[in-house]
């Protein structure tokens, strides 16, 4: 998987020095790119988890809209922090966990509808419309409140 994102956002979003720190597994003062591309692949799979269940696309995408990339970022900062809290914790950083949560907030604005994926990703499967006019009740499918299976 390639991920959405690239080491060097992550770089951007930590730091080179704290990516070092935080990936450097065999001690020898170079972040390995192993550990760094797994916390690309895993953030990326947290993201599709959440987008799998709203909207009809196939995963993983293959041109990442910006929002994706940078909830998926938000997943790998709570990663590698996970990884070694002890550099967390020596940086006064927010606990990895703190970082999660932020992640999966933004995620659940996809989730819920109130952000969403640029429009070549489709209509969120959540998303209809319940209509009501001065006698019955119409559930409709349409986002727009207009598709009713033509009796409307």
Same mark, same amino acid.
């Given at each position: 998987?390639?991920?959405?994102?690239?080491?060097?956002?992550?770089?951007?979003?930590?730091?080179?020095?704290?990516?070092?720190?935080?990936?450097?597994?065999?001690?020898?003062?170079?972040?390995?790119?192993?550990?760094?591309?797994? &916390?690309?692949?895993?953030? @990326?799979?947290?993201?599709? =988890?959440? !987008?799998?269940?709203?909207? +009809?696309? %196939?995963?993983?995408?293959?041109?990442?809209?910006?929002?994706?990339?940078?909830?998926?970022?938000?997943?790998?900062?709570?990663?590698?922090?996970?990884?070694?809290?002890?550099?967390?914790?020596?940086? &006064?950083?927010?606990?990895? @966990?703190?970082?999660?949560? =932020?992640? !999966?907030?933004?995620?659940? +604005?996809? %989730?819920?509808?109130?952000?969403?994926?640029?429009?070549?990703?489709?209509?969120?499967?959540?998303?209809?419309?319940?209509?009501?006019?001065?006698?019955?009740?119409?559930?409709?499918?349409?986002?727009?409140?207009?598709?009713?299976?033509?009796?409307?």
């Amino acid at each position: 998987m390639a991920g959405y994102y690239a080491r060097v956002d992550l770089e951007n979003a930590l730091g080179r020095q704290t990516i070092k720190a935080l990936f450097d597994d065999d001690g020898d003062s170079q972040a390995d790119e192993a550990p760094i591309q797994a &916390n690309i692949d895993n953030a @990326s799979t947290e993201v599709d =988890a959440v !987008l799998a269940g709203t909207y +009809s696309i %196939a995963l993983p995408l293959a041109i990442v809209p910006s929002v994706v990339k940078y909830a998926a970022l938000d997943f790998g900062v709570a990663l590698a922090y996970r990884r070694r809290p002890d550099v967390a914790e020596a940086m &006064n950083a927010k606990s990895w @966990s703190d970082h999660r949560e =932020a992640a !999966l907030k933004k995620l659940e +604005s996809f %989730a819920s509808a109130f952000m969403r994926l640029p429009p070549s990703a489709g209509t969120p499967t959540n998303v209809g419309s319940v209509v009501v006019d001065d006698s019955n009740r119409i559930i409709t499918t349409g986002a727009d409140g207009q598709d009713n299976g033509g009796a409307f």
